[in-house]
């Protein structure tokens, strides 16, 4: 099974993407950050699945209790959790959690393991790049979103009540670690979030795993562990290949964005009711057609995405009815937009982006983007 070797300029480490590779933690963990003491961090949902096998010290040699839930076989010096979710997602839970490892004696010699999804990720990666001024870490992703997506770039951080992520830190995991049996106990939708960024992956970057997407639908949505293990390996080499090529944001990178300018907007809208991954099939679909709208794409482009996003169970309509001049007041008020202009980064067909003189964004009138929201309702 495939290790994925990940090179940016906050740091190396490998992504490791194996059925039962949590079984191994130990020994990937001590080659990873050598002999530490080790602090998980983790959601008390996710502690639901694997805090109780841990803690009864069940030991290396035991048996995972199912198949969904396989042992972590670590023996860390302190289990932290917070409540499960993104209003955990505060720099009051980094507080918390950070004063409960100085209340340990923790030195320097500690590492921790975020234990979980994409919150989970975030916050102990924080938690990590500022304690004691910075400690390893490894990331052990345990929802799809994670796995292929936020356990992988360094991007740290938190929410405030201004917007999401915007305290945070670059802080390279010493090692990811993602095992696709986890991925067997996500409730349904959680588990659909995660496609969408990995149809993304194929859009921006790789027409034949699009296509690979497209004709293993059904094996994907019954969560089919060769599937799932593909999916995530694949993903990650792409993710991989593009933080690999520069590191803050410039550039290529914003390809990355693809989709997300109009799935923040339709987040901030719905006050994060809409789950990240439904946003970003939104979005995806949309800039697609903007794309094709511009002359920039080929025709067809967005039909073919829309196939996809409804074949993996992904919304390409809006449930609610958005109030669209609020959904277009947050993409004009984007961190990511330059003097107030929004720009996209669009494709110009399957596993292609448009390159605009090396910025790979290009500006996008108001007219279109309140068009593409409205064809979404
Ligand atoms: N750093 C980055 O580059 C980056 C990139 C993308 C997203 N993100 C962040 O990721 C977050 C979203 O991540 P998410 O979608 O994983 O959400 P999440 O971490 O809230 O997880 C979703 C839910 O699934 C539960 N869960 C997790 N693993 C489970 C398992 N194996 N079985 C059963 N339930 C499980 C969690 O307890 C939670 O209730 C957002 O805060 C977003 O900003 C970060
Ligand atoms: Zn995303």
Redesign the pocket.
């Known amino acids: 099974m495939p290790v994925i070797p990940v090179r940016h300029a906050l740091g190396s480490y490998s992504v490791h993407v194996t059925p039962g590779a949590l079984g191994s933690l130990p020994e990937l963990l001590g080659k990873a950050m050598g002999h530490r003491q080790l602090v998980i961090i983790s ?4 502690s639901r ?1 694997y805090d109780e096998w841990t803690r009864t010290g069940a030991g290396v040699d035991s048996e995972a209790p199912g198949d ?1 839930t396989p042992g972590i076989r670590l023996r860390p010096k302190a289990w932290l959790s917070f409540p ?3 209003a955990s ?1 505060t720099r009051e839970t980094w507080i918390r959690l950070s004063d409960e490892m100085l209340s340990l004696g923790l030195d320097r010699r500690t590492a921790v393991v975020a234990l ?7 916050l102990a ?1 924080f938690v990590a790049a500022t304690f004691l001024r910075g400690v390893p870490y490894a990331q052990v ?6 796995m292929l ?9 938190v ?1 405030t009540p201004l917007g ?2 915007l305290i945070g830190a670059f802080h390279a995991p010493a090692i990811v670690v993602a095992d696709p049996l ?6 349904d939708r ?1 588990f659909r ?2 496609l969408a ?1 990995a149809v993304k992956h194929g859009v921006i970057a790789d027409a034949s795993y699009f296509t690979w997407i497209e004709s293993n639908a059904p094996r994907i949505i019954a969560r089919e562990i060769d599937a799932l293990a593909h999916l995530v390996a694949r993903s990650v080499e792409i993710k991989a290949a593009v933080v690999g090529e520069d590191e803050r944001e410039a550039g290529r990178r914003a390809i990355l964005n693809a989709g997300h300018t109009i799935a923040h907007g339709l987040e901030l809208e719905s006050h994060y009711r809409l ?3 439904e946003a970003v099939s939104l979005g995806l679909l949309g800039e697609c057609r903007i794309a094709e709208r511009m002359g920039l794409a080929q025709p067809g482009l967005a039909d073919r995405v829309l196939g996809v996003l409804q074949a993996v169970g992904l919304p390409t309509r809006i449930a609610h009815r958005p109030e669209i001049a609020r959904v277009l007041d947050a993409m004009l008020h984007d961190k990511k937009n330059v003097e107030g202009q929004v720009r996209l980064a669009l494709p110009t067909g399957l596993g292609a982006m448009h390159e605009g003189e090396g910025k790979w964004t290009v500006p996008v009138t108001h007219d279109l983007l309140a068009s593409a929201v409205s064809a979404l309702t």
């Open positions: 959601d008390d949902e996710v699945y969904a499960a979710g993104e997602k979980g999804g994409g919150v989970v990720g975030d990666g992703p345990t929802t799809l979103l994670a997506d936020a356990s992988v770039g360094g991007k740290v951080g929410d999401k992520n986890t991925l067997l106990s996500l409730p959680v979030s995660g960024e789950p990240h991954g």
